[in-house]
């Protein structure tokens, strides 16, 4: 079920695009985000969306590929929104739909500060749609993108103006924290987050996501200004044998191991409880997708055969799932 080329085409075309923060938990985050929501699905679909294991989760970097290889202008403002340029009320006083944002502001507007609440609401309705018609491939595409979408709900940074600490001298913090930290600790992170729960109020969950994500900001970036502080600053980066700044292949500062460290452990498990959160409402917006569609038989989607073969492989992984661990999982490294 590998997709090799794939990963090596993205991480080609990411490289020749020198882009900053653009992957929003980076390849190892989205792809691990996308992969545990697959278990946390019920039995009757479950078997589904195992069969599609691979694509799910390599399909996670898709959106971000949109923008920065296809250079697709409408994708830049589905990936976050900087609620300050909405007002200090910006949380209630927003409207909660898409087609109530585009009665009160230009598109213009709209563009520069984000959608992403709105947009991940409207993933959600087509997705629904695609369950009610049991069209497989627009299911498989439209749960992977909107699993990048909540992913990027539950980033704090993707929230806020200040979005790589350029406000405050903390270039480079987006990625630390997103990339860099998950890279090296993830491996920790136990990934099991229980059954998917029904959703009764879509609307209310994406603002809901925004709020609690929102939050966060001020303690990710204080945390980290603090630390720089009383750090020695010889010792804040990885330095080369001329004692320059190691960049990674995006251009983007590398944090030595104990600064990281540190900062992972200063923030007191945020990063990881994050990263559960986003598969938690991944899964639930899965389920609530399919049930919202009548509950459709998935079975006859896939050849008979397939979901045999694969029977005994999920029952594997669904186990090693429940120890917090994923299987057959390799993202490209970005540090």
């Given at each position: 079920?590998?997709?090799?080329?794939?990963?090596?085409?993205?991480?080609?075309?990411?490289?020749?695009?020198?882009?900053l923060?653009?992957?929003?938990?980076g390849?190892?985050?989205?792809?691990?985000?996308?992969?545990?929501?697959?278990?946390?699905?019920?039995?009757?679909?479950?078997?589904?969306?195992?069969?599609?294991?691979?694509?799910?989760?390599?399909?996670?970097?898709?959106?971000?590929?949109?923008?920065?290889?296809?250079?697709?202008?409408?994708?830049?403002?589905?990936h976050?929104i900087?609620?300050?340029?909405?007002?200090d009320?910006?949380?209630?006083?927003?409207?909660?739909?898409m087609?109530?944002?585009?009665?009160?502001?230009?598109?213009?507007?709209?563009?520069?500060?984000?959608?992403?609440?709105?947009?991940m609401?409207?993933?959600?309705?087509?997705?629904?749609?695609?369950?009610?018609?049991?069209?497989?491939?627009?299911?498989?595409?439209?749960?992977?993108?909107?699993?990048?979408?909540?992913?990027?709900?539950?980033?704090?940074?993707?929230?806020?103006?200040?979005?790589?600490?350029?406000?405050?001298?903390?270039?480079?913090?987006?990625?630390?924290?997103?990339?860099?930290?998950?890279?090296?600790?993830?491996?920790?992170?136990?990934?099991?987050?229980?059954?998917?729960?029904?959703?009764?109020?879509?609307?209310?969950?994406?603002?809901?996501?925004?709020?609690?994500?929102?939050?966060?900001?001020?303690?990710?970036?204080?945390?980290?200004?603090?630390?720089?502080?009383?750090?020695?600053?010889?010792?804040?980066?990885?330095?080369?044998?001329?004692?320059?700044i190691?960049?990674?292949?995006?251009?983007?500062?590398?944090h030595?191991?104990?600064?990281?460290?540190?900062?992972?452990?200063?923030?007191?498990?945020?990063?990881?409880?994050q990263?559960?959160?986003?598969?938690?409402?991944?899964?639930?917006?899965?389920?609530?997708?399919?049930?919202?569609?009548?509950?459709?038989?998935?079975?006859?989607?896939?050849?008979?055969?397939?979901?045999?073969?694969?029977a005994?492989?999920?029952?594997?992984?669904?186990?090693?799932?429940?120890?917090?661990?994923?299987?057959?999982?390799?993202?490209?490294?970005?540090f």
């Open positions: 079920m590998k997709v090799t080329f794939f990963r090596k085409f993205l991480g080609t075309a990411l490289v020749c695009l020198g882009f923060w653009a992957l929003a938990w390849s190892w985050g989205h792809e691990h985000i996308n992969r545990a929501a697959v278990f946390a699905l019920p039995a009757e679909i479950r078997p589904f969306f195992y069969n599609h294991l691979d694509f799910i989760t390599e399909e996670a970097g898709i959106p971000d590929l949109r923008k920065y290889t296809i250079n697709d202008k409408a994708e830049f403002a589905r976050y900087n609620l300050e340029s909405f007002g009320q910006a949380l209630d006083s927003l409207p909660r739909t087609p109530e944002a585009r009665k009160m502001y230009p598109d213009s507007l709209l563009q520069k500060n984000g959608i992403l609440p709105w947009y609401q409207e993933v959600m309705g087509k997705l629904t749609q695609a369950f009610r018609a049991k069209r497989k491939t627009e299911i498989l595409f439209l749960a992977a993108d909107l699993g990048h979408y909540i992913g990027d709900a539950h980033m704090p940074l993707h929230t806020a103006l200040n979005h790589d600490g350029q406000l405050t001298g903390q270039r480079g913090i987006h990625a630390l924290w997103e990339s860099q930290l998950p890279e090296l600790f993830g491996g920790q992170y136990n990934l099991c987050t229980g059954p998917a729960v029904y959703i009764t109020d879509v609307t209310a969950a994406c603002w809901d996501m925004m709020r609690s994500t929102h939050q966060l900001k001020d303690t990710l970036l204080i945390t980290e200004q603090n630390l720089k502080a009383s750090y020695p600053p010889d010792q804040i980066y990885l330095k080369d044998s001329s004692g320059n190691v960049k990674n292949k995006f251009n983007q500062p590398v030595s191991f104990q600064y990281a460290k540190k900062y992972h452990e200063l923030l007191h498990g945020m990063v990881e409880r990263l559960r959160r986003a598969i938690t409402m991944t899964a639930n917006f899965w389920y609530t997708a399919w049930v919202n569609a009548g509950r459709p038989d998935m079975r006859g989607l896939d050849a008979p055969s397939m979901t045999r073969r694969n005994p492989f999920l029952e594997a992984d669904y186990k090693t799932w429940q120890h917090g661990k994923l299987t057959g999982i390799q993202p490209d490294r970005e």
